[in-house]
């Protein structure tokens, strides 16, 4: 699979196509789920040829995954938004308030691109990034044996989990609510796993 690289690696034309290629689909997303997409509508939303497409993405999956790339990284930045203390359980973090409600925003896209239950192209890069950045973080703040992966993996399945299911309408609740129960789940699960 053709790795996922937004910047196109230096060349300003390689990062313009695939640019236009990942806002295409994110648009033929909101009118219909990504199992239902073509490349052929991928690359006429795009104005790009099929060549072309072909050229930077091995598949549509890899251009989800890139298409969902910045969202990720806004979501595993909002969860670790403090620096050595955090916030209080009642106190979630306004970047992720923000980043919940820029999902609901372009709801449609996010629930082709996050499967329910927390699958799909976005779902599994989520769970990857934000697992992989939860093991650095609680390496560097406790001492070695502190159950880092399972704690890494509890945080992770929670918050895509949570995340799959408010955009797939299992979870009513607004973007401060949401944000407000993801914050207080959190410690829950930090605390949990602490060693005895």
């Known amino acids: 699979m053709t790795p996922a690289a937004t910047a196109g690696g230096g060349d300003p034309r390689t990062a313009r196509t695939r640019g236009k290629l990942r806002e295409a689909l994110l648009a033929a997303c909101e009118e219909q789920p990504l199992d239902r997409v073509s490349v052929s509508d991928v690359v006429r939303r795009a104005g790009v040829g099929r060549a072309t497409f072909y050229l930077h993405y091995d598949d549509l999956r890899a251009l989800a995954v ?3 790339a910045e969202i990720v990284r806004q979501a595993v930045d909002a969860l670790h938004a403090w620096d050595e203390v955090p916030p ?3 106190t979630p ?3 992720l308030v923000a980043l919940l409600e820029a999902v609901r925003t372009r709801a449609e896209v996010y ?6 239950g927390g699958g ?20 560097r703040r406790r001492p070695a044996g502190s159950a880092e992966d399972l704690v890494a993996s509890a945080v992770a399945g929670l918050f895509t989990g949570v995340l799959a299911d408010w955009v797939h309408g299992r979870t009513d609740a607004t973007p401060v609510q949401l944000a407000g129960g993801i914050w207080r789940m959190l410690p829950a699960v930090h605390t949990a796993a ?3």
């Not at 629930?111 to 329910?116: I, Q």
């Not at 990857?128 to 093991?135: A, F, P, V, Y």
């Open 66 to 68: 890139d298409a969902c």
């Open 194 to 196: 602490a060693p005895r």
């Open 120 to 139: 799909g192209p976005l779902g599994e890069l989520l769970h990857q990034e934000l697992r992989q950045r939860s093991i650095s973080e609680l390496r």
């Open 88 to 90: 209080g359980p009642e």
């Open 111 to 116: 629930r082709s691109l996050l499967g329910a």
């Open 93 to 95: 973090p306004a970047e």
